[in-house]
């Protein structure tokens, strides 16, 4: 059984991964408290509710960056 301390971990985790995946953006994206590829509900200050949503968005964003046209 998961303790206290291992969600906080996940959840320091996601946020981590969140803020990393805006920086590599090249833009800031704020929470709003849905994730900004799936939209599914993530905790406050988290953009991103895993890491295959945050993975998934930078691939779109940057095939966006290539082709020149949003998808």
Do not use: W
């Not at 059984?1 to 800031?28: F, K, V, W």
């Not at 709003?32 to 945050?54: N, Q, T």
Request: net charge negative; glycine share 6%.
């Amino acid at each position: 059984m998961r303790d206290p301390a291992d969600l906080s971990q996940d959840n320091i985790e996601t946020y981590l991964a969140s803020a990393i995946a805006a920086a590599r953006c090249g833009t800031h994206l704020e929470s709003d408290g849905h994730c900004a590829f799936c939209d599914e509900p993530v905790p406050v200050g988290v953009v991103f509710c895993d890491r295959d949503c945050r993975d998934d968005y930078e691939r779109l964003k940057r095939s966006e960056a290539i082709s020149g046209k949003p998808f």
